[in-house]
C-alpha cells in the first residue's frame, strides 16, 4: 500500500506544495510572535474558550482581529487538548458546538449530514460553512443547494472554530439560516509529523505535516491519505487530502496569507435498509440492497487574504477561487417508481437507482474596513464590509437500469450561473461601559441564469403519430406541437437582513445578551422560473442567553444558558423519491441551550445540551428528522507521568467523548430509536515519539444513525406497494485504531 501511495498523484502534488511552501519562506521569514495573538484587545466578551491566565514576557505581536462577540451563542472554541477525543475526520469538530449532531447515511466519503437547533441541514443548506473565510457550500448543486463537503480538511490542522449558532452577525451570509461555522487552520507544532495508522476494518492512514521551525503556526503543509474495507457490505473508501498554508509579514502592521487545498475521494455505499427486512433477516443490519451505490468527489481551492492596520482602522481583503466535482449513486426506493406508461415499450421495473453528476465553479472576494474611534470618552467600532461571489453549475440525474446499469431516464439536466452580491454594516457601540450594542445590516442580491436542458418530461395529450415512447426529454407540447428540449430561466432578488444584539456586563464575570436577526437562503436553481419574485428563503430569529465566565492562573471557566425562537417562511425536507431536498412549508423552532468548559494546565472538559422543539405552521406537526434533544461531552486528562526518563519527561493523555441523541420525529407520526455512543483514546508521548490507542464506539453500541419512513420495494417479487416503512443507516460498530507517530527538528 505503501508503493502505491508513493506513486500517486496526490502526493505528488504534495511534495511540489512542500516545494512552493518552502521557496516562500525562505524569501520573507515570519517570526512566532507574529501570529500568536488573534484576539481584539478591544472586545472583553469574545473567548467563548478563555484560557487560564499566564505570565509572559513582553513581545511584539502582529495577529488578526477576531470578528467581536454576537453574545452567548457566539461560541469561539479553541480546539486544544479536545483534538485527541477520536473522530472519523475534521466535520466532526462541528460537535463541540451545543447542539450540533452529524450523521452520514451514504459512506465515509459522503458529506455528514448536520442538524443543529432543530433544523435537519442536510449536507449543508441551513449552516454557512468556509474554513479561513473560504466558503464550502456549494450553489447549485443538484443534491442539494449549500452542499458542503468537508473532507477536504486535515483534522491536525485545524486550531479553532467559530460557531454562531442563529443569524445574528451582519458578516454572515448565504446559507446562514441555522448559523454559521469557521474553521481556522494551524499547526502548533513545529518540524516534520509523519502519523501512521492502522486498524479495524483494514483502515490504514498516513499523515505527514510541516511546521518549519521559526515560524508562525499559521505557516504549515499538510497531508493525508486513508483506505478502509468499511465496517460492512459495500462500505470500502480511499481519500487523499493537503492543506498548505503561507503566512508574511507586510511592511507595518499587517500580515498576508496564502492558502491552497486539495482532495479527492472514492468510496462505495451501503445505502438505506428496509428495518422489516433486517427483522425478518433478509439482508444484514450492516448489508446493502444496491453494491453499485458510492461516489467520487474533488475538490481544489485557493485563497489569498491581506490584512492591514493603518493608525485606528484595520482593512481586509480576500479572493478565493474553488472547484469540485462530484459523482453519487443512491438507490432510497429498490424498485418502485417506474410504472408501465400507456406510449412506452413494456418493461419490468428497471429499478430507482439515481446516478447524479455536478461539477461547479465558484470565485469570490471579501473585503472591509473596521475603524475604530472614542465617542464619550469609550471605545467604539464600525465596519463596512462588501461580499460577492459568482457560481456556475453543471449537473445532470438519470436512473439507470438494475439489469444492465444503462441509463434509462433523466431526471435533471441543468446548467446555473448564480450571483451573489451583499454590502454589510456593523457596529460595536458602547452606551455605557457595561452595555454595548454590535449589529448593523446586510444587504443580499442574488441573481440566476438557469438552462434546463430536459425542460418537458412528460405531455398531457401528445402527438398520436410521433408519441415520446420511452423519451422523457421531449421536444413537443400538448397536441404534438414542436418545442425545443430545453427552457432558459432567469431571475432576480434582493433583501435587507438587519441584525443586532445587545451586551450587558460583564457584572462579576456575568454577561447577559440579547440577539435577534434575520437571515436568508437562496432557492435551488431547479425551482428557477421567469420572474420568480423571491429566489431565496428568509427567515428571523432572537434569542437571550446569559454567561458566566473566569480566568485565572490556575484554571479558566466559561458557562453559559440560551434560549431562542426561529421562524423559516419557506423550508426545505428531504425527498427520498427526488434523492434531494424540496420545497416545504414555514416552520418555527423554540429552544433551549446550555453549555460549559473547564479548562486548566491538566484538563478540558466540554459539556453541553440543546432541546428544541421544531413544529410546521399551518399543521402544529413536528418537523420530521431533525431531533429534539442533543447531549455531548468530551474531555481530556493530560500531563507528564515521569519528569525524566532517559533523560526526557514522559507524557500520557487520555480522552473520551460521548453523546446522546433523543428520539427524532419521523413522518407519519413516528419516532426514531434512541443514539448514545461513547469514543476514548490513551496515548503516551517521549521526546518526538507519540503512540496512541483509539476506540470509536467503545461499547459497540448497533444504532441507526439515520432513519426515514416512506415507501420502498427492493425485492420486486413483493409487488409495488405505497405503504410506507422505516428505514435506516447503520451506525459504525466498535473501531479499533492504533497510531505511531514522530516528529522530527521540533517541538509541540
Not at 443534491?143 to 479553532?160: I, Q, R, S, T, W
Not at 414542436?482 to 444584539?501: D, K, N, Y
Not at 453549555?595 to 440543546?610: H, P
Not at 474531555?635 to 525524566?644: A, I, N, V
Request: with cysteine.
Amino acid at each position: 500500500m505503501v508503493q502505491l501511495w508513493f506513486t500517486t498523484p496526490v502526493l505528488r502534488v504534495a511534495l511540489f506544495s512542500l516545494v512552493l511552501a518552502r521557496a516562500a519562506l525562505a524569501e520573507e521569514p515570519v517570526p512566532s510572535v507574529a501570529t500568536d495573538d488573534d484576539t481584539d484587545p478591544h472586545d472583553e466578551h469574545q473567548s467563548a474558550t478563555p484560557e487560564p491566565t499566564k505570565k509572559a514576557d513582553e513581545v511584539t505581536v502582529r495577529g488578526r482581529t477576531a470578528p467581536p462577540s454576537r453574545g452567548a451563542s457566539d461560541f469561539q472554541l479553541k480546539v486544544g487538548e479536545l483534538a485527541r477525543v477520536p473522530r472519523a475526520n475534521a466535520a466532526r469538530l462541528l460537535e463541540l458546538a451545543p447542539g450540533l449532531f452529524l450523521a452520514n447515511e451514504g459512506g465515509e466519503g459522503h458529506p455528514e449530514q448536520i442538524y443543529l437547533r432543530g433544523f435537519d441541514a442536510r449536507l449543508g443548506q441551513d449552516l454557512e460553512l468556509t474554513v479561513g473565510g473560504v466558503p464550502v457550500n456549494q450553489v447549485g448543486n443538484l443534491h442539494g443547494n449549500g452542499f458542503a463537503d468537508l473532507h477536504f480538511v486535515v483534522p491536525e490542522l485545524v486550531e479553532a472554530l467559530r460557531v454562531v449558532e442563529g443569524p445574528y452577525d451582519p458578516r454572515q451570509g448565504n446559507f446562514a439560516v441555522a448559523g454559521s461555522a469557521n474553521y481556522e487552520l494551524g499547526l502548533e507544532r513545529r518540524g516534520l509529523t509523519t502519523k501512521v495508522t492502522k486498524g479495524s476494518f483494514g483502515t490504514e492512514r498516513l499523515l505527514l505535516s510541516w511546521g518549519p521551525e521559526g515560524y508562525g503556526r499559521h505557516t504549515f503543509a499538510g497531508g493525508e491519505l486513508v483506505r478502509s474495507d468499511g465496517f460492512g457490505t459495500n462500505r470500502s473508501s480511499q481519500r487523499g487530502a493537503i492543506n498548505a498554508q503561507v503566512e508574511g509579514v507586510l511592511p507595518g502592521t499587517g500580515t498576508w496569507r496564502l492558502l491552497g487545498t486539495s482532495y479527492a475521494t472514492h468510496f462505495s455505499s451501503a445505502g438505506l435498509l428496509r428495518a422489516d427486512d433486517v427483522g425478518r433477516g433478509r439482508v444484514d443490519f450492516f448489508g446493502t440492497y444496491d453494491p453499485r451505490q458510492g461516489g467520487d468527489a474533488t475538490r481544489h481551492s485557493v485563497s489569498f487574504d491581506v490584512e492591514e492596520r493603518v493608525s485606528d482602522t484595520t482593512y481586509r481583503l480576500q479572493v478565493f477561487a474553488v472547484g469540485t466535482t462530484l459523482r453519487l449513486l443512491e438507490n432510497f426506493t429498490g424498485f418502485l417508481h417506474d410504472p408501465q406508461e400507456a406510449l412506452q415499450n413494456l418493461h419490468t421495473q428497471r429499478g430507482d437507482l439515481l446516478d447524479l453528476a455536478v461539477a461547479t465553479k465558484s470565485v469570490g472576494l471579501r473585503a472591509s474596513s473596521r475603524m475604530r474611534f472614542k465617542l464619550l470618552d469609550l471605545p467604539q467600532e464600525v465596519e463596512l464590509g462588501a461580499y460577492a461571489r459568482g457560481d456556475d453549475s453543471d449537473g445532470q440525474q438519470v436512473r439507470r437500469e438494475a439489469r444492465t446499469n444503462a441509463p434509462y431516464r433523466v431526471e435533471a439536466d441543468l446548467q446555473a450561473v448564480s450571483s451573489n452580491l451583499a454590502l454589510y454594516m456593523d457596529t460595536s457601540l458602547k452606551v455605557q461601559k457595561w452595555l454595548t450594542f454590535r449589529g448593523g445590516a446586510r444587504a443580499e442580491y442574488y441573481g440566476y441564469d438557469v438552462l434546463d436542458r430536459c425542460a418537458v418530461q412528460s405531455v398531457r395529450q401528445p402527438s398520436r403519430t410521433n408519441p415520446p415512447g420511452d423519451s422523457n426529454c421531449l421536444t413537443q407540447q400538448d397536441q404534438g406541437r414542436w418545442r425545443e428540449a430545453f427552457q432558459r430561466s432567469t431571475t432576480a432578488g434582493s433583501v435587507l437582513l438587519p441584525r443586532a444584539s445587545l451586551l450587558f456586563g460583564p457584572f462579576d464575570d456575568f454577561t447577559f445578551s440579547a440577539s435577534w436577526g434575520r437571515g436568508a437562503r437562496s432557492v435551488d436553481p431547479i425551482y428557477v422560473s421567469d420572474g420568480l419574485a423571491t429566489p431565496f428563503a428568509e427567515l428571523d430569529s432572537g434569542e437571550i442567553g446569559a454567561s458566566w465566565q473566569q480566568s485565572t492562573e490556575a484554571h479558566a471557566i466559561a458557562l453559559r444558558a440560551i434560549g431562542f425562537r426561529t421562524h423559516v417562511d419557506r423550508d426545505l425536507l428531504f425527498d427520498e423519491v427526488a434523492g434531494r431536498n424540496t420545497l416545504a412549508q414555514g416552520t418555527t423552532r423554540i429552544g433551549f441551550v446550555g453549555s460549559a468548559r473547564y479548562t486548566t494546565d491538566d484538563v478540558d472538559l466540554s459539556t453541553s445540551g440543546t432541546w428544541v422543539r421544531a413544529t410546521f405552521d399551518d399543521t402544529g406537526l413536528l418537523v420530521p428528522y431533525a431531533p429534539d434533544l442533543v447531549l455531548r461531552f468530551d474531555g481530556s486528562y493530560h500531563r507528564d507521568l515521569f519528569e525524566r526518563f532517559e533523560g526526557s519527561p514522559l507524557h500520557g493523555n487520555v480522552a473520551l467523548g460521548s453523546g446522546y441523541v433523543g428520539r427524532r420525529a419521523l413522518p407519519y407520526g413516528q419516532r426514531s430509536e434512541v443514539i448514545f455512543t461513547v469514543d476514548g483514546a490513551a496515548s503516551l508521548g517521549w521526546k518526538g515519539l507519540e503512540a496512541t490507542l483509539s476506540v470509536q464506539n467503545l461499547f459497540d453500541a448497533r444504532y441507526r444513525q439515520s432513519e426515514y419512513v416512506f415507501p420502498s420495494v427492493f425485492a420486486p417479487s413483493d409487488g409495488v406497494t405505497l405503504v410506507p416503512s422505516r428505514h435506516f443507516a447503520a451506525g459504525a460498530p466498535r473501531t479499533v485504531l492504533f497510531t505511531l507517530g514522530y516528529t522530527l527538528g521540533g517541538a509541540s
